[in-house]
C-alpha cells in the first residue's frame, strides 16, 4: 500500500497528464473587473462551454465602476456562471485537467473573488491550478484563432491597461511600454461621462469608449486639434491623463460659449468625440511605429512576416484598428486582432492561456499551494527604459481615415 502522500502526489500526476487518448479540459475563470467569466476548453482550443455576467449597466447607472460593487456582483454570480460552463460543456469537473484564473492585475476586490472561489474548487475535487497574468491572456488569444508564431510585437490596450511588449513565449515577454497614467478605455470612459452621453438617445445603453466610437462617425474632429501626448518623449510608454484635461477644458470652453450647464449635452459632441478617439489613435499609433523600429533595429522581430497583435477591449474600435492598419503597412509588418467578442474580458481567454501553459508544462500548482492576487504586475521583462535610451524619431506619417 501506499502512504497517503504518495496516493495523493500520483492523483495529481495523473489529472495533469491525463489518459494518453483523451484531449485534457481546462477551466477558466475571469473576474480582474467588472465581468465574471468562466469557459471550458479543449487543448486544441474548442470552446466546449463558457459563460459570462456582464456588470455594464449596473456601473452605467453609477457612472463608473465601484469596487465594492463589482465585488459583490462577482461574489453573487461566480458560482453560478462556473457551473453554467460546466453544464454547457458537460464536463464534470472530475474531467478537468486544470483549472485557469486571472491572479493579476486587476480590481484587488474582484480578483479576491475569484481566486478564493477557485483555491476552494482545485482542492474540492484535487485539481491543478493555473495562476494567469491577464495581460498575458489577452496578448495570447489571437493564437486561439491563428497559428501565431513567436516572437511577434502585441500593442494591448483596455480599460485598465496600455502596454507594448514582444511575446517570445508563452510565459516569455519583453516590456517595451506601459501606461504612465490612465488606461486608454478609463480616458474614454471619463470623456464620455463628462459630455453625459448617457443622455443621448444613441448612446444610453453604450459603454463610454463605445459612445464615443459612434458619435465619431458624424463628427468633425478638426474642430479641436487635440495635441497628441508625449510628442516630445522618445519612448514608447502612453499617457492619457492629459489629454483627458485637454478635452476638459474644450468641454468647459464650448459649454459657456453655450450658456449650459454641466450635464447638459453641447451641440458639438460629436465633434469631440470624433477629435478624442483620433488623438488617442494617434498617441497609439506612434508609439507602437517607434517599438516597431526599435525591434527592427535589435533584430527583435523576424525580418520574413512580422506581425503585430492588437488585443484587449480598446481593440475593438475600429477607427483604432485602421490608424495602427496604416503603420504596419508602413512599416511593412502584419496586423492580426482576434475577434472583437474575444477582445474584452471573458473566460474563454482564461482558459485558452491555461491551456497553453498546460502544454508547455509552465507555472501548473498543485492544489493546495497558497497563493496571492497582485493587483499591479508588469509583463515580463521591462525594457522600457533601453527604449527611451535609443531615443528614436519618427518618420512622418499621414494618418487619414475616412468613416
Not at 473576474?31 to 456601473?59: F, P, R, Y
Request: overall charge positive; some cysteine.
Amino acid at each position: 500500500m501506499f502512504p497517503t502522500k504518495v496516493k495523493r502526489l500520483l492523483q495529481f500526476r495523473n489529472t495533469l497528464w491525463g489518459c494518453a487518448h483523451c484531449s485534457r479540459l481546462v477551466l477558466g475563470i475571469e473576474t480582474s473587473c467588472d465581468d465574471t467569466g468562466a469557459a471550458v476548453m479543449d487543448e486544441t482550443g474548442k470552446i466546449l462551454g463558457e459563460s459570462l455576467h456582464s456588470q455594464k449597466e449596473v456601473h452605467l447607472r453609477t457612472g463608473g465602476i465601484i469596487p465594492t460593487v463589482a465585488q459583490q456582483l462577482h461574489r453573487e454570480n461566480i458560482e453560478r456562471v462556473v457551473q453554467e460552463a460546466l453544464e454547457r460543456s458537460h464536463v464534470a469537473p472530475s474531467r478537468l485537467s486544470a483549472v485557469a484564473t486571472t491572479v493579476k492585475p486587476g480590481l484587488s476586490l474582484s480578483l479576491g473573488i475569484g481566486l478564493d472561489f477557485s483555491l476552494r474548487f482545485v482542492r474540492q475535487h484535487n485539481k491543478p491550478f493555473i495562476p494567469i497574468h491577464h495581460m498575458e491572456a489577452h496578448a495570447l488569444t489571437v493564437r486561439m484563432h491563428l497559428p501565431v508564431p513567436f516572437p511577434f510585437l502585441v500593442l494591448l490596450v483596455s480599460g485598465g491597461h496600455s502596454l507594448l511588449a514582444v511575446a517570445r513565449g508563452v510565459d516569455d515577454f519583453l516590456l517595451l511600454g506601459h501606461s504612465l497614467d490612465e488606461a486608454p478605455g478609463d480616458m474614454m470612459d471619463k470623456v464620455a461621462r463628462r459630455l453625459s452621453l448617457i443622455k443621448h438617445p444613441q448612446c444610453s445603453t453604450l459603454s463610454g469608449g463605445q459612445a464615443l466610437e459612434l458619435l465619431a462617425k458624424d463628427g468633425d474632429r478638426s474642430r479641436f486639434p487635440f495635441r497628441t501626448p508625449m510628442g516630445q518623449t522618445y519612448d514608447c510608454c502612453f499617457s492619457f491623463a492629459g489629454l483627458r484635461n485637454q478635452v476638459n477644458m474644450a468641454i468647459m470652453k464650448k459649454e459657456a460659449e453655450e450658456g449650459i450647464e454641466q450635464g447638459t449635452l453641447l451641440s458639438c459632441v460629436k465633434d469631440i468625440a470624433a477629435a478624442t478617439q483620433h488623438t488617442v489613435a494617434c498617441h497609439l499609433a506612434k508609439r507602437t511605429h517607434r517599438a516597431i523600429m526599435f525591434c527592427k533595429e535589435n533584430g527583435m522581430l523576424p525580418s520574413s512576416n512580422p506581425i503585430l497583435v492588437l488585443s484587449g477591449g480598446v481593440a475593438s474600435n475600429e477607427y483604432i484598428r485602421k490608424t495602427l492598419s496604416i503603420i504596419t503597412e508602413t512599416t511593412g509588418l502584419h496586423l492580426l486582432c482576434p475577434p472583437a467578442k474575444f477582445c474584452t474580458d471573458n473566460g474563454v481567454m482564461i482558459a485558452w492561456n491555461g491551456v497553453e501553459r498546460l502544454r508547455e508544462g509552465k507555472g501548473i500548482l498543485p492544489p493546495n499551494v497558497d497563493v496571492c492576487y497582485e493587483p499591479k504586475a508588469l509583463l515580463g521583462v521591462d525594457m522600457s527604459a533601453e527604449v527611451r535610451a535609443a531615443a528614436i524619431r519618427l518618420p512622418s506619417v499621414r494618418i487619414k481615415i475616412h468613416n
